[in-house]
């Protein structure tokens, strides 16, 4: 069974990095970029018999700073 | 218009931070995870009118070392 687990910064939460790659995106000539954010993704390969409630646990203990940070699991 | 992008470590490219992310959450006590694979995602706010090939076009020249990473793109 797999997992992707998507961890991203919440709104209003400054994000210099994308807006890093925004502007460079920008200095290459590619027009019409509002904003850019970047997050993470994890991609689990887990046991069979895994439930998305584990993954979730996961996320709240390690994976996602969820001060600053959501997330979103999706069984594949 | 909005576009997600999808950006990982070719098969067969060692993931050290992935395997230390595995480690951890071992140690945590979650059996049953059998590997992790740490990958970045990008979201664009892009004007509308923006095509999914100038969106393949940014990955190629700066969002993704097309050496070791693959990448996909998701119009939202």
């Known amino acids: 069974m797999k ?3 998507f961890v991203t910064l919440k ?3 400054l994000d210099p ?3 890093a ?3 460079a995106l920008a200095s290459m000539g590619f027009d019409g970029v509002d904003s850019v954010r970047q997050g993470k993704v994890f ?3 887990l046991a069979d018999g895994s439930s998305q409630a584990q993954v979730e646990e996961m996320c709240q203990k390690l994976l996602a700073n969820t001060v600053i940070e959501d997330y979103s699991v999706e069984i594949v």
């Open 3 to 5: 997992a992707r687990v």
């Open 17 to 19: 990095q994308g807006a």
């Open 43 to 45: 991609e689990l390969d």
């Open 11 to 13: 709104k209003g939460v």
């Open 21 to 23: 790659i925004g502007n």
